[in-house]
């Protein structure tokens, strides 16, 4: 089955603590994107990816960071910079900038 | 400032109305608009997506259109079902090349 696959499910970071979320796709798309979502919000663009090893900032890019090593791979970093980590991550993927982007299920982020 | 709003947040309806849900954009010279839709707790599944030279596009019981020199696009759903029951997000691309989303609006159908 092609798809976009986010693990884990539910994921708890402690005060001062790195925590990376994964996202893997077997669509053979070369656009990948991050995206935070707040109770009440919209979508909101972390970073995104056109090509592998080349990536750039969002919108709310600050205490994120991401890497682009391998065309299925595009993890997210929640770092200890993050103040107000707790949110829905959801990550996406397309074949290019313009066209129709496909959603995992999502990570939710907690915090202890 | 390039923004889209969907008005209202939330709408009720009984179970076999025809509803239309509504998405408004600020800035006209969009590259294309996209109609998702979000159970609880889950990703977002792409519905519908409409160039900028299009006016509309269906897919079953689902009927988007696009008015640029309005700056609107609504989303007709017809003969409701409960499994209808969902937010629906609106997303537009600009030449900047990235989605920008709309606040959504949750959709109850009633049996």
């Known amino acids: 089955d092609g798809g976009i696959t986010q693990s884990p499910k539910y994921l708890f970071r402690k005060e001062g603590q790195n925590v990376t979320l994964s996202c893997e796709q077997n669509l053979n798309h070369d656009a990948m994107y991050w995206y935070r979502q707040d109770p009440g919000q919209g979508l909101r663009l972390i970073y995104y990816?056109?090509?592998?090893?080349?990536?750039q900032k969002g919108d709310i890019a600050e205490g994120y960071s991401v890497s682009r090593e391998k065309k299925e791979s595009f993890p997210l970093t929640v770092t200890s910079a993050q103040k107000n980590p707790t949110a829905f991550y959801l990550c996406a993927s397309s074949t290019g900038q313009k066209e129709t982007q496909y959603f995992g299920p999502g990570t939710r982020l907690l915090v202890l | 400032k390039q923004e889209v709003t969907q008005i209202p947040a939330a709408l009720s309806v009984p179970e076999g109305e025809n509803l239309v849900l509504n998405c408004s954009f600020t800035?006209?010279?969009?590259?294309?608009l996209q109609w998702f839709r979000q159970d609880p707790g889950k990703g977002l599944t792409s519905l519908l997506l409409i160039q900028s030279s299009q006016r509309e596009q269906t897919s079953g019981r689902l009927n988007a259109s696009l008015d640029k020199s309005s700056g609107r696009s609504t989303l007709y759903i017809a003969a409701s079902q409960p499994g209808d029951s969902a937010t629906y997000l609106c997303?537009?691309?600009?030449?900047?090349?990235?989605?920008?989303f709309g606040q959504g609006t949750r959709l109850t159908i009633n049996p």
């Open positions: 997303a537009v691309t600009w030449g900047a090349q990235k989605l920008v």
């Open positions: 990816s056109q090509i592998v090893n080349d990536f």
């Open positions: 800035d006209s010279a969009i590259y294309n």
